[in-house]
């Protein structure tokens, strides 16, 4: 879902401290290709079991938007549907330890089993927070928080033994439109998890910060196609002639269980990253092929929802998979002095620890001549020198400590894999294709946590924030930029010792042109009659409840608009355009969200639910914004009861 997919920090603040509630969206049922099998493998959607007769393929895939959280490691237990005869099923085979954290900007397919056939009614996650890891971003160091800390928002008790650990995320899908799972057809159910907009934080100078977990799964019908897609599992074997290769689908970094089968397509441009060494269209398929049954695979690329195909741009394997029987450290690049980097705010696995993610603030990264170092979805050669600082990469090596007990990783014998990375800031100036930034982030992280000593070619060629240079490709008009304009980049950091520009941009989004985005939060006990208006035309606040909000955030990417600025209150309509409308209402104390496909719909059953004791404590909205009215056409709204 793409309501909060665009935040920057202080929306993401109003988030994880308004206890909101966590957004799974997406349910679609969609045919893939005949009863004889599919796209999807040996059976439609994956290796059914052979007890499974009358059973239909699902798809279910997993992604999170940006917030506040540097580390949110849980186990996932299970993944449950619900059929309308109260036939329960369970779609995740084994607990799966999960960093949500880590799930920006892509969807991550977490099974393809086979279920029975029939119309599912609702679905259910239930997360454990026992040893769970949660950092939240201070700006700094990051907050780390003590399973103490962790409070149930239901019970306002602590998520730590003796207390129970877990919590079931609960999700009605709409009466209407019901999952639907078919014999030979593939039915794909998208989880889009809000971390931020789920968890309270509350810091205190007094006590420590503590993060009040209200989570409920709320959803809506058409999955966000707007992410690319990752499967990850072990190779099972490769078809050079029809350019495919089949895996058992192993989610996130776990080597264990089997949560179906699934075969990707390849072709002639894709990247291959096998063992270090990188290839690209039928040599790295043939490279595959000689790889041993069951060696480990990752593949990014995107899903035709109209066959079901899994298409990969770009392919891992063996040691170049993240975890897969070496020491690996995920993060970005803070600093570089010589073949020492500071790499900050990733992720750190053991190979000779089962389960061992983990996450890591700050670690020193050594790199060398033997370093084997390649671009995700990019050919060509490289080296130690593609490095730079605010780079997003992946190192394989042997992690160990230094003198002072810090962590370190030797890469030197090892690999680097440099993943595309996120710049974000307003545009200052234009030249030819080159455009110069007031930098605001990269990879969410602000300028001064970067040292970019060494960037340029000289000295006075250093990176600097305010004026952060950035190569544009041909697809990205410049005229599109204009002085002032917020946007954000997507592509790689120039090599290290050869800027400017000090940044390539792969892709753009343009935030001048975004939708409107809006965020309210009132303390409890919330607000009895928060609407002035509510009918199926649309709904309106007044100036008196807006300046009642205990937080208000509403901004055009990152322009903030102010309640005092709206005299007139905010009125709220349906998007007659949106082709997508989510309508949601969750309510905090039982959990559970409801779901709608029309404005209509979701007026009506929060008019019956606002009967005079109940109260509304949150609401979110998204969608274009007519300033001249202060009408925004909602193509989602989401309100918080307090019930």
């Known amino acids: 879902m793409a309501l909060f997919n665009h935040m920057d920090k202080p929306i993401a603040r109003w988030l994880r401290r308004a206890r909101v509630f966590l957004v799974a969206a997406g349910i679609s049922a969609l045919a893939a290709c005949g009863s004889g099998g599919g796209p999807m493998g040996a059976a439609p959607g994956g290796s059914a079991p052979a007890a499974c007769t009358g059973c239909g393929g699902t798809m279910i895939s997993l992604t999170d938007a940006p917030g506040d959280f540097l580390s949110y490691i849980v186990n996932v237990v299970s993944l449950q549907l619900t059929r309308a005869d109260g036939t329960v099923v369970q779609a995740l085979p084994v607990t799966t330890k999960v960093d949500f954290a880590q799930l920006v900007n892509l969807s991550e397919i977490v099974s393809t089993a086979q279920i029975p056939a029939g119309q599912y009614t609702s679905a259910s996650i239930t997360l454990d927070y026992a040893g769970a890891t949660i950092v939240v971003d201070n700006g700094t160091t990051g907050v780390t928080i003590a399973a103490n800390q962790i409070i149930d928002g239901t019970t306002s008790q602590p998520l730590a033994s003796p207390n129970p650990t877990q919590m079931t995320l609960k999700l009605s899908l709409p009466a209407n439109s019901p999952f639907v799972v078919t014999p030979g057809t593939v039915a794909h159910l998208a989880l889009d998890f809000n971390l931020a ?29 707007t992410k690319q897609e990752r499967m990850r599992g072990g190779l099972v074997s490769v078809d050079t002639g029809a350019s495919t290769y089949t895996i058992d689908v192993h989610p996130f970094d776990d080597d264990s269980g089997n949560s179906g089968q699934a075969t990707v397509t390849t072709s002639a441009t894709t990247s291959y990253t096998i063992n270090g060494t990188g290839y690209t269209g039928a040599a790295g398929l043939a490279q595959l092929a000689t790889l041993a049954a069951g060696t480990m695979t990752v593949a990014y690329g995107t899903l035709d929802r109209s066959t079901m195909t899994f298409t990969a741009s770009s392919v891992l394997a063996g040691s170049s998979v993240f975890g897969s029987g070496h020491d690996g450290v995920v993060g970005t690049v803070l600093s ?7 790499v900050a705010n990733g992720e750190e696995e053991h190979s000779d620890l089962a389960g061992s993610t983990a996450f890591v603030h700050q670690i020193t990264v050594t790199v060398g001549m033997n370093t084997a170092v390649s671009e995700l979805g990019q050919s060509g050669a490289f080296t130690t020198q593609d490095i730079s600082v605010g780079q997003l990469a992946q190192f394989s090596g042997t992690l160990g400590q230094d003198a002072s007990g810090n962590p370190t990783l030797d890469a030197t014998a090892g690999s680097a894999l440099l993943m595309p990375s996120r710049v ?16 605001q982030s990269i990879n969410g992280s602000a300028p001064s946590a970067f040292n970019f000593a060494g960037t340029g070619s000289g000295a006075s060629s250093d990176a600097v924030a305010s004026a952060y240079t950035v190569q544009l490709p041909a697809a990205i008009s ?49 607000q009895t009659a928060p609407f002035s208006t509510l009918t199926s035309s649309g709904a309106s606040i007044s100036p008196t409840v807006l300046s009642a909000a205990a937080e208000f955030e509403m901004r055009y990417g990152f322009t903030p608009i102010t309640a005092a600025s709206l005299s007139g209150g905010l009125n709220f309509a349906p998007d007659a355009a949106a082709a997508n409308p989510k309508f949601l209402i969750v309510h905090r104390v039982t959990e ?52």
């Not at 977990?213 to 709320?218: A, E, G």
């Not at 570089?336 to 500071?342: A, D, E, P, Y």
């Open 478 to 526: 410049p005229s599109s930029l204009t002085s002032g304009a917020p946007v954000r980049f997507y592509g790689f950091v120039t090599p290290f010792g050869a800027a400017p520009p000090d940044f390539v941009a792969l892709s753009s989004v343009d935030f001048a042109n975004a939708d409107v985005q809006v965020l309210i939060r009132w303390s409890s006990p919330g």
């Open 197 to 225: 907009a789920s968890n309270a934080i509350s810091p205190s100078t007094t006590a420590p910060t503590t993060v009040t977990v209200t989570p409920t799964l709320t959803g809506s019908l058409v999955p966000d196609t």
């Open 424 to 439: 974000s800031g307003t545009v200052a100036s234009v030249s030819g294709t080159v455009v110069t930034l007031a930098l």
């Open 592 to 643: 559970q969200a409801d779901s709608f496909t029309t404005f209509d719909a979701f007026v009506t059953a929060l008019t019956s639910d606002l009967n005079g004791s109940t109260t509304l404590v949150g609401l979110a909205a998204n969608g274009p914004y007519d300033g001249s009215s202060a009408t925004v056409s909602a193509d989602q709204m989401i309100a918080l009861l307090n019930d």
């Open 336 to 342: 570089r002095s010589g073949n020492t980097l500071t």
